[in-house]
Nanobody, 123 residues
Framework: QVQLVESGGGLVQAGGSLRLTCAAS?????????SSWFRQAPGKDREFVAG????????YYADSVKDRFAISRDTAKNTVYLRMNSLKPEDTAVYYC???????????????WGQGTQVTVSS
């Protein structure tokens, strides 16, 4: 079993910044080399935001957040971060952390998900 717990969401004005944290636990977590952030806005599908491959540190970003968001990890703490800068109202969503066995996978192939953390960006 793998447990993922997100934190760090909140209300921020447009142009502001937030850092989301995903704390992972469970013996099986080492088998899940891909950690990613997804988001889901009301009435919209869940979409990929950013991902990091623990095996080689390769990072992946959605075009909509490239150059504004940065994903990173702390291997010793089994923690993944999402630094979000220059936030826009359209970034408002519930952000989820997820873990998969392989990199570059679609949402359905992620085996574990956190409970989500709300990010609201006011204009």
């Amino acid at each position: 079993q793998v447990q993922l717990v997100e934190s760090g969401g909140g209300l921020v004005q447009a142009g502001g910044s937030l850092r989301l944290t995903c704390a992972a636990s469970g013996r099986a977590f080492n088998d899940y080399i891909m950690s990613s952030w997804f988001r889901q806005a009301p009435g919209k599908d869940r979409e990929f935001v950013a991902g990091i491959d623990w095996s080689d540190r390769t990072t992946y970003y959605a075009d909509s957040v490239k150059d504004r968001f940065a994903i990173s990890r702390d291997t010793a703490k089994n923690t993944v971060y999402l630094r979000m800068n220059s936030l826009k109202p359209e970034d408002t969503a519930v952000y989820y952390c997820a873990a998969a066995r392989r990199p570059k996978v679609t949402a359905v192939e992620y085996d574990y998900w956190g409970q989500g953390t709300q990010v609201t960006v006011s204009s």
